[in-house]
Nanobody, 114 residues
Framework: QVQLVESGGGLVQSGGSLRLSCAASGFTFSSYAMSWYRQAPGKERELVAAISAAGGSTNYVDSVKGRFTISRDNAKNTVYLQMNSLKSEDTAVYYC???????WGQGTQVTVSS
């Protein structure tokens, strides 16, 4: 079955960087678009970034444009989220999603201290 496992979260100071990874299995990874979501305490889950199956097309929520980069390695069945210039408002649980099947990972906590 579909399995998505996120890693790379942690505690970082404002202005710092983190790279999240999502290892996928149970489906033909290279055939499907992938996305990253986040959910901050007391807020709804929001789409952060998405990438097409081949990686040639990406899109971002306005609040992270220019700071976050989504990428994928289809040989490794992994999608990444490089997060730079982190702000306290980026603090959230970050989730990997396979939109086509509505599958989610378990999430990884990102905490940005000011």
């Amino acid at each position: 079955q579909v399995q998505l496992v996120e890693s790379g979260g942690g505690l970082v100071q404002s202005g710092g960087s983190l790279r999240l990874s999502c290892a996928a299995s149970g489906f033909t990874f290279s055939s499907y678009a992938m996305s990253w979501y986040r959910q901050a305490p007391g807020k709804e889950r929001e789409l952060v970034a998405a990438i097409s199956a081949a990686g040639g097309s990406t899109n971002y929520v306005d609040s992270v444009k220019g700071r976050f980069t989504i990428s994928r390695d289809n040989a490794k069945n992994t999608v990444y989220l490089q997060m730079n210039s982190l702000k306290s408002e980026d603090t959230a649980v970050y989730y990997c999603k396979l939109p086509r099947f509505g599958s989610w990972g378990q999430g990884t906590q990102v905490t940005v201290s000011s």
